[in-house]
T-cell receptor, first 111, second 115 residues
């Protein structure tokens, strides 16, 4: 079963706009990671945020983590058509040796 | 440096057959994990191997098995294929000391279709 849930399931925006995706999870974690997947291919790691961090930036990406609410958000600023992909959050749960993926958000950026 | 490689890229099998999928991790990575991704879903964990030992197993039937070789490459075997085994099978490697819970580097996947 999926550990997390992304919200929304699908998002369509114009190029240049910002895109925000949310992820909720259920158990205590060591870290939370965001991955991108283009057209059913392999996943590409975007960013990792640890349980003792609240915010992290990488280029046009900004991730927040609220462990009290068991939620995270991914913000992509100034979106580009090339950002069109599915985005997944994945949690590294305390005591587990694998990642638990959410259901994904399908982002479409319209040129 | 080469990334994670998987073979074959696509595969068509019929129900009841057996399949072997192969994965080569990034050079220097000793941990390999396998995930199944059904269309429209997120990846689900199948196995994790480190130093040729199984370190984790997801909620999959015994028809699924895997192994890791001395060169850290890995095979995933699925017996008695069912229609529901049709999916994208992803391999990921990672490097200690962070290891299993740190960044996973994924291969392009093997798309399996069971008819």
């Amino acid at each position: 079963s999926q550990q997390g849930e992304e919200d929304p399931q699908a998002l369509s925006i114009q190029e240049g706009e910002n895109a925000t995706m949310n992820c909720s999870y259920k158990t205590s974690i060591n870290n939370l990671q965001w991955y991108r997947q283009n057209s059913g291919r392999g996943l590409v790691h975007l960013i990792l945020i640890r349980s003792n961090e609240r915010e992290k930036h990488s280029g046009r990406l900004r991730v927040t983590l609220d462990t009290s609410k068991k939620s995270s958000s991914l913000l992509i600023t100034a979106s580009r058509a090339a950002d069109t992909a599915s985005y997944f959050c994945a949690t590294a749960q305390t005591g587990a040796n694998n990642l638990f993926f959410g259901t994904g958000t399908r982002l479409t950026v319209i040129p | 440096d080469a990334g994670v490689t998987q073979s074959p890229t696509h595969l068509i099998k019929t129900r009841g057959q057996h399949v072997t999928l192969r994965c080569s991790p990034i050079s220097g990575h000793k941990s390999v994990s396998w995930y199944q991704q059904v269309l429209g879903q997120g990846p689900q964990f199948i196995f994790q191997y480190y130093e040729k030992e199984e370190r984790g197993r997801g909620n999959f039937p015994d028809r699924f098995s895997a192994r890791q070789f001395p060169n850290y490459s890995s095979e995933l075997n699925v017996n008695a294929l069912l229609l529901g085994d049709s999916a994208l099978y992803l391999c990921a490697s990672s490097s200690p000391p962070g290891g299993f819970r740190e960044t996973q580097y994924f291969g392009p996947g093997t798309r399996l279709l069971v008819l």
